[in-house]
């Protein structure tokens, strides 16, 4: 637990070098032309407080007290917006006293700017305003989220709050509060301290008054997250480097303890395949294949296929899922590789092994075989099994067999198209049959920097990347079902946005917003229309195409509006 405090302190530490936490920087800066010395604690303490109280307590509070979260977010918009009008109309303040100290006599110490510098009262004053500028830029800042904060979120939203979450809550947020203390306490220095700017320190306070103005406007029609991902995209190198702080396997371990978890099935690596062979022209024997178990249908074939009767023929066993990206990419290859070499003895077997509970649905998955063109047998391994006789551990994974039932290669992820069909070529000539030195001519679409990867919605795995649920709800293990007029907003960096949803019906709305507005021609997936996701009607639970940058990859604020209730 050790480990785990000190990263998630230096992963606070460091936030204030995010480009996250930048637009917020400049109304931290605006709070302290005034207020007094005790106002930089008040803005740092307002805004740790806020953040870690709200990110543990609001599915709670929600839970308890049903209404729309968004109303927080509102509430610190009209907050910014107000104190930053009071810099632009100082008499503004004296205004609402009058009208207010009738209820109040005490109103007077929470939003006087003008006190006497150095009285007591200013001090308390200063303490109270910055106080109250903090409380509402907690609600509103979102940091760039790591693994740690990324299992904080998780657990918060899934009411799985434990006392080592909220220790490391508080410890990574007294990291964000030090420097972020010490930048406010410069500021409100140089301003207090600098002669040369006495005579101008009424304009100031209103250029930074319009400052604040302008941010709870960017805010209130969240162009601040636009502004963020801007930032992201010119300064990438700062999302790698918080990810390898926290990735550690001591800090991952520890993540694992908090989460209750075991280590679920994995994704292969990105663009790392472990690749089991010799530098030679003959492939290492990696001993014999394990038989079919527990298939509960044999799709493309009509009777169950064994590993003893496909003795004597090359065969490609393929672990996929039909919602994995990864798997999908990998398909095109696949299918040709089959339809090439299918004369000469070939034989590819489509393990489907679902990582979702609605994969294991039969019609799905006979969608995903037309759609995708796939003519070779498919198996359904709703339970496991096959996958466990073979020990695999990632989507997709390759398994190629010789004639004697010899395992002779593995290929776990994508890419290596060109080495793994050379393979297949490899043992073909062994069993005699002749192949030409033509390899299959398609385009590799594996990544080839890092992308924002697979991010999960549900309660019971690992979120790697940064997500915001608005509005109500209904957080499961394996999903996350909506509410009418909830929202969901994600930074990403990708060329490509796909999301596997199961939609209560086939009238389901859900408008598709990409920095800030609605997609268009440019940059929508296929299965958008004019604006909205197009769900499929013969097979709604599916995997569908947002965003295609058309070859692009680059940093954006991808936001969902659901219209209608119960979407997953």
Known sequence: MIVLLIFAFLSGLITILAPCIWPLLPIVLSSTTTGGKSKPLGITLGIIISFAFFTLTVSYIVKIIPFDPNLLRLFAVIVIGFLGLTLVVPKLTQIVEGWVSRFSGKFADLTRYNSAPGSAKNKYQGFRGGLITGFALGLVWSPCAGPILATIATLAATQTVNAGIILVTIVYVIGVGIPLFIFATIGSRFFSQTRALSPYTGYIQKIFGVIMILTALAIFTNYDKVIQVKLLDAIPSYSNFLFKLESNQAVKKQLEVLRGKKQMPEKAPMNKNIIMVT??????????????????????????????????????????????????????????????????????????????????????????????????????????????????????????????????????????????????????????????????????????????????????????????????????????????????????????????????????????????????????????????????????????????????????????????????
């Open 279 to 568: 530098p030679s022209s003959s492939l290492p024997n990696l001993g014999p294949a394990p038989e079919f178990a527990g298939i509960e249908k044999w799709l493309n074939s009509d009777r169950p296929l064994t590993m003893r009767e496909l003795r004597g023929k090359i065969v490609l066993i393929d672990f996929w899922t039909y919602t994995c990206i990864n798997c999908i990419r990998t398909l095109p290859f696949v299918t040709r590789w089959y339809e090439k070499y299918k004369d000469k003895g070939f034989v590819v077997v489509g393990v489907h092994t679902p990582e979702f509970e609605f994969e294991k649905n039969t019609n799905n998955v006979l969608g995903a075989i037309k759609q995708y063109n796939i003519t070779y047998p498919v198996a359904q391994d709703n339970d496991y099994k096959t996958w466990r006789a073979y020990d695999n551990h990632y989507w997709p994974a390759k398994y190629l067999i010789d004639v004697k039932g010899n395992i002779r290669y593995t290929h776990f992820g994508e890419g290596e198209y060109e080495e793994t069909e050379m393979h297949i070529k490899t043992l073909l000539k062994e069993a005699g049959e002749q192949v030409d030195a033509k390899t299959v001519d398609l385009e590799d679409q594996s990544p080839t920097m890092r992308m924002t990867p697979e991010t999960y919605l549900g309660s019971s795995r690992r979120v790697f990347g940064s997500y915001d649920l608005e509005g109500n709800w209904d957080v499961q293990k394996e999903y996350s079902s909506s509410s009418a007029g909830s929202a969901l907003e994600i930074n990403f960096f990708a060329d490509k946005v796909f999301l596997v949803i199961t939609p209560l019906t086939g009238e389901d709305k859900v408008k598709v917003i990409l920095d800030g507005k609605v997609v268009n021609e440019s940059n929508a997936g296929r299965d958008i229309k004019n604006g909205y996701i197009r769900f499929s009607e013969e097979h709604p639970n599916d995997l569908y195409n947002l965003i295609d940058l058309q070859g692009n990859p680059s940093n954006h604020l991808l936001r969902l509006e659901f219209e209608s209730e119960g979407t997953k």
